[in-house]
């Protein structure tokens, strides 16, 4: 078992992989697909990446002008997105405390909004600063940093910064989209964050409430419970996901 931020048994990082990234180490691919590792983490066509060793399927990597997620990106759409009316008409900062692949925080930035991301996995971690490194526009807009988000909101409660307005949680990572090619990173991404406990859900959204200006939005699968079973203020469904909103006041 792996604990909270560690990294998953089964990935192994190549020698041009970040030197202060934690995890074990393998001479290269080879060496790793030999040894039954499940992934391994490296540069591919310049960007950190995360893939099958010796397999044939696209390697993962954080490309905030890639595929369906350029399309999504585009300023005109990143407009009308659900994600980006559930979290109001402000663009003050917004925190993203499960930050994950950057694709939700990516169409907040691209609407506007200045934002942090949190994220515990040093991997994907690693794997966003190095996207926001390559896109400058991005990286204006987006901080990401390394932190167990229940202990950077209670600080931040208890510190004379500013409030965030807007806190966005989605702690969990089903399966939204039945693509082979989603599936395959879907399965990699489970491996290397493993779950979040409904006990940390709770903690999680109780450090959000408390600390969040105006609001906290919550990603939810279309029919399941909210959040800790905490009831939204609103919510706005969609064909798959349903974000929950919690307003808040200070
Ligand atoms: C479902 S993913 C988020 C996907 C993200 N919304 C996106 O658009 O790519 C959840 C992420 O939250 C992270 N996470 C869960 N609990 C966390 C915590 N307490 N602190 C920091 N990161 C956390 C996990 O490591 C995982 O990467």
Avoid at 4 to 30: F, H, K, N
Wanted: with cysteine; glycine share 10%; aromatic share 4%.
């Amino acid at each position: 078992m792996t604990g909270p931020g560690e990294e998953a048994i089964g990935v192994a990082l190549l020698p041009d992989a970040p030197a202060d990234l934690p995890g074990e180490r393998t001479v290269s691919e080879a060496a790793a697909a030999a040894a039954g590792i499940a992934l391994v983490m490296g540069y591919r066509d310049g960007m950190l990446s995360l893939w099958r060793p010796e397999g044939r399927e696209k390697p993962l990597a954080v490309d905030f002008g890639a595929g369906r997620m350029g399309y999504r990106l585009a300023a005109e759409r990143a407009r009308h997105e659900r994600l980006v009316r559930a979290v109001g008409k402000q663009k003050g900062l917004l925190v993203d405390a499960t930050a994950g692949l950057g694709r939700d925080a990516a169409l907040l930035a691209r609407a506007g909004w200045q934002l942090i991301l949190l994220e515990r996995q040093p991997l994907l971690h690693a794997m966003l600063a190095d996207a926001l490194r390559r896109d400058a526009e991005m990286g204006q807009r987006m901080q990401p940093l390394r932190v167990d988000s229940l202990t950077w909101l209670q600080q931040r409660l208890h510190s004379d910064l500013p409030r965030p307005e807007v806190i966005c949680l989605d702690p969990m990572f089903p399966e939204r989209d039945k693509s082979a090619a989603i599936k395959k990173d879907l399965a990699w991404l489970q491996q290397l964050c493993g779950g979040t406990s409904e006990g940390e859900e709770i903690a999680l959204l109780a450090a959000a409430r408390a600390l969040a200006g105006k609001r906290v939005v919550v990603k939810r699968p279309l029919r399941a419970p909210p959040l800790g079973g905490v009831a939204p203020s609103h919510a706005l469904p969609g064909k798959t996901v349903r974000f929950d909103v919690y307003l808040t006041s200070f």
